[in-house]
């Protein structure tokens, strides 16, 4: 079963507004990853963000850790449609080998 | 380059047939990782191979799962006696390097739908 949660489950905005979405795990982690999958599709990876990093950008995208409170954050800022999709935050396994995915957030951008 | 390829891309099959999927993983990465996505849920771990070993196989949800890469790069996931709730995506990913923390690069996927 999986290890993390993300909220919330499902978002709904027009283009030009900000997402965010959140994750919580529940172990100590190395690194948490964040994926993009679109309707069908494989996974694609978005950013990885280290267990001694705070915050990082690429692009529109913006992440946060806190480490204490066992928690993450994606931003997309000034969406587009095409970034409708659904995305999946996820942590190596404490004892490696795996990637532990949360649920995902469904994300609907309407033009 | 060429990323990781799956096939078949669908699969339909009756219960208690036996199915074979494949995974092309990109050209000389290391570690390869299969994952069941059920709907509406995020990926769930099942193998992982360094080259051609096995070295975790704690997710494959039964005996009737079983997965080889023989010669360290394609892998095949079998599925023997298929039920309806092996219905999902299976999903192939590979990694360049040992470590198995970073980032994986996932292939488009097999929808096995088991009636």
């Known amino acids: 079963s999986q290890q993390g949660e993300e909220d919330p489950q499902a978002l709904s905005i027009q283009e030009g507004e900000n997402a965010t979405m959140n994750c919580s795990y529940k172990t100590s982690i190395n690194n948490l990853q964040w994926y993009r999958q679109n309707s069908g599709r494989g996974l694609v990876h978005l950013i990885l963000?280290?267990?001694?990093?705070r915050e990082k950008h690429s692009g529109r995208l913006r992440v946060t850790l806190d480490t204490s409170k066992k928690s993450s954050s994606l931003l997309i800022t000034a969406s587009r449609a095409a970034d409708t999709a659904s995305y999946f935050c996820?942590?190596?396994?404490?004892?490696?080998?795996?990637?532990?995915f949360g649920a995902g957030t469904i994300l609907r951008v309407k033009s | 380059g060429a990323g990781v390829s799956q096939s078949p891309r669908y699969k339909v099959a009756k219960r208690g047939q036996d199915v074979a999927l494949r995974c092309d993983p990109i050209?000389?990465?290391?570690?390869l990782f299969w994952y069941q996505q059920a709907l509406g849920q995020g990926p769930e771990f099942l193998t992982y191979?360094?080259?051609?070993?096995?070295?975790?196989k704690s997710g494959l949800p039964s005996d009737r799962f079983f997965a080889e890469r023989p010669e360290g790069s394609v892998s095949t996931l079998k599925i023997q006696r298929t039920q309806q709730e092996d219905s999902a995506v299976y999903l192939c990913?590979?990694?360049?390097?040992?470590?198995?923390?970073?980032?994986?690069?996932f292939g488009p996927g097999t929808r096995l739908l088991v009636l």
């Open positions: 990913a590979s990694s360049p390097r040992v470590d198995t923390q970073e980032t994986q690069y």
């Open positions: 996820a942590h190596p396994s404490a004892g490696g080998n795996k990637l532990v």
């Open positions: 963000i280290r267990s001694n990093e």
């Open positions: 050209s000389g990465h290391v570690s």
């Open positions: 191979f360094q080259n051609e070993a096995q070295l975790d």
